[in-house]
């Protein structure tokens, strides 16, 4: 009965597992289905926003096509506090390792989450700053990273600045997206636009183009304020997307181990009785053989 009871033992094991990982996917769900509204709801601000800018280059001349190729990168990479969320941050982190490996004494990292500073920390990269987010967060828990950015652009540290997260698309697909703050050129623009969806071409016709615009206090500073706050914008939608793929991407995970951990729990339940059976089998075959040599 050794092996029956070591077998009984792995079964409690498996269906506490079970247990966990059942509330966790419920936690998860919760989660999923508040920010997922949240998530909704800002992004109609931003296909607004985004068509705003779109207009205001045609008008201003928000994007500029020259940058250094050889300058110093800052990169900002969105990620998860905690891990069980299946390939999430693996597949975005892989990504931008397979971009700036050869370019490690070039690049910052500004990471967001435990697990971007973990990951990019162990590979030697230079990080120059990190942001924990609690899973409900405001816009103003980022300015450190605001500040950082603005700092950044104002003394022109950096020659490009890229924002890394994934992108939720629907419940079982994530996408690792990227976003150019700067320089903010057109093709970038529009690239990312697509990426999430976006026509950006239906907002030309509300605004007809022998308009005019009146600028204050001047041109220059509108196109910086305008930048600022796409910087800003872009970074807290980001964030946004990647906790909503963050519990889309747990759920999931969690729902698979709870019904790998329910699959297994069944096969060593009929392992268990096989083994019981087993071990009956033998007792009674004793128990014949001894009475048999008896008489």
């Known amino acids: 009965m050794a092996n029956a009871r070591q077998i009984k033992t792995k079964i409690k094991s498996v269906k506490n597992l079970q247990k966990i990982t059942r509330a966790l996917e419920i936690v998860s769900t919760v989660k999923l289905q508040k920010t997922k509204k949240r998530t909704e709801h800002y992004r109609e601000f931003m296909e607004e926003f985004l068509r705003v800018m779109r207009v205001a280059h045609e008008r201003i001349g928000l994007f500029d096509e020259i940058e250094d190729q050889n300058g110093r990168r800052l990169i900002v990479v969105v990620s998860s506090e905690r891990g069980l969320a299946g390939s999430l941050n693996s597949k975005l982190f892989k990504h931008i390792l397979g971009k700036y490996a050869d370019w490690k004494d070039k690049t910052d990292i500004y990471c967001i989450g435990k697990k971007a500073v973990e990951f990019f920390t162990r590979n030697g990269f230079n990080v120059v700053g990190k942001l924990h987010l609690q899973d409900e967060f405001e816009e103003k828990d980022a300015k450190p990273l605001f500040d950082y950015l603005q ?15 994934n992108y939720f698309k629907n419940t079982i697909t994530q996408v690792p997206l ?64 990647n906790k909503t793929g963050e519990f889309a991407a747990r759920m999931l995970a969690m729902k698979n181990a709870k019904d790998n951990a ?21 007792e009674i075959s004793e128990i014949v053989s001894a009475k048999i040599a008896i008489e």
């Open 262 to 282: 329910k699959k297994t729990s069944e096969a060593l339940t009929i392992k268990f009785n096989k083994a019981r059976q087993a071990a009956i089998t033998q």
């Open 178 to 241: 990227r976003f150019k703050l700067y320089p903010l050129d057109n093709e970038s623009f529009n690239t990312f636009a697509k990426d999430i969806d976006l026509n950006l071409e239906t907002y030309k016709e509300a605004i007809p183009s022998y308009q005019d615009f009146v600028y204050e206090p001047t041109k220059k500073e509108l196109r910086n304020a305008l930048l600022k706050q796409l910087a800003e914008y872009i970074i807290y939608g980001a964030i946004l997307q």
């Open 151 to 165: 700092d950044s652009l104002e003394n022109k540290t950096h020659a490009k600045i890229k924002v890394y997260f």
